[in-house]
């Protein structure tokens, strides 16, 4: 699963990625940066797993991962090569969900590309760069499509498709915010429009912005083009979040409650673009390992045994489920057992958040 960080040069892009992944990507006031993408895998936060941990007595503890991709700052004309919009765009075609960086703070020490501050501006630039860029893909696609026609009929419901999707384009539109029929997302996973992607906008502000960042100006403004989208904008100071990754976790808890904060920003950043892909944990708990695994919302208990091992999935016969509160309510796996909490699931059950399952299998 990889999130991919867009955003103008200079917008706090690499400061943030520094703050996701402690990976050290270099940070200087000047456009490009940040060339070739810099890669960092990041644990999605989940308190449940120190509970069971400690439940269980587990030797290993295992969260489920995003992996955090910084891609170079992006600037008008990259959908026809300006800048280093050719890495750029085929960086972003790799990716499975895009956590747009908007600059909401004004800083006289660090440039802005175009000048001032206008966060809607710098989103519609991204924006449009990347719709250029699809029309490009839909166009050829469709020329394709059309001369597959004479040879079989089954081509004209990608072609209609198609022809609705560059409309739609056209109108300076992402492909998110259109429907699709089933037949049609299938036809949509093989295109990988860019804007089809989930997007997430983070409003970066600054310290003094943060203590009411949800009144801010900007990031209301940020917020409300995120509700046309079906998405979400969060508002953080990357210059904070990367202080709180060099404390302990007293410091860090300490430092969060000085400024009013329940969790940090990134921890959210990372929980929401787990959720924008649409996806869930379930759990295993025992005392070798406990672990969170990543599956698709609406998965289904074979599947789901699949992600630990094949033979798990080939040989399915059951899912014996409690879940996560019904087991620390009780205090033990006996007690949820006595108390009839304890479930058998065959292979048509659908997976719920915080399932704690053992799967029982036979090859």
Known sequence: MKIGIVGLPNVGKSTMFNSITNAGAECANYPFCTIEPNVGVVPVPDERLQVLTKMYNAEKTTHAIVEFVDIAGLVKGASKGEGLGNKFLSHIREVDAIAQVVRCFEDPNIVHVDGNINPL???????????????????????????????????????????????????????????????????????????????????????????????????????????????????????IEEELTGLDEDDKKEMLEALGLKESGLDRVIKESYSVLGLMSFLTAGEPEVRAWTIKKGTKAPVAAGKIHSDIQRGFIKAEIVSYDDLINEGSMVKAKEKGLVRSEGKEYIMQEGDIVLFKFNV
């Open 121 to 239: 501006r710098d989103i519609e630039t991204i924006n449009l760069e990347l719709i250029f860029a699809d029309i490009e893909t839909v166009e050829k696609r469709l020329d394709k499509a059309r001369k597959m026609l004479k040879a079989d009929k089954k081509y004209q419901i990608e072609i209609d498709m198609l022809e609705k999707i560059k409309k739609h384009l056209e109108e300076e539109k992402p492909v998110r915010t259109l429907e699709f029929n089933e037949e049609e997302k299938e036809i949509l996973k093989e295109i990988m429009l860019i804007t089809a992607k989930p997007i997430l906008y983070i409003c970066n502000v600054s310290e003094e912005q943060l203590v009411d960042a949800e009144n801010d100006d900007n990031v209301k403004k940020v917020k409300a083009h995120a509700i046309t989208e079906n998405s979400i904008a969060i508002p953080l100071c990357a210059k």
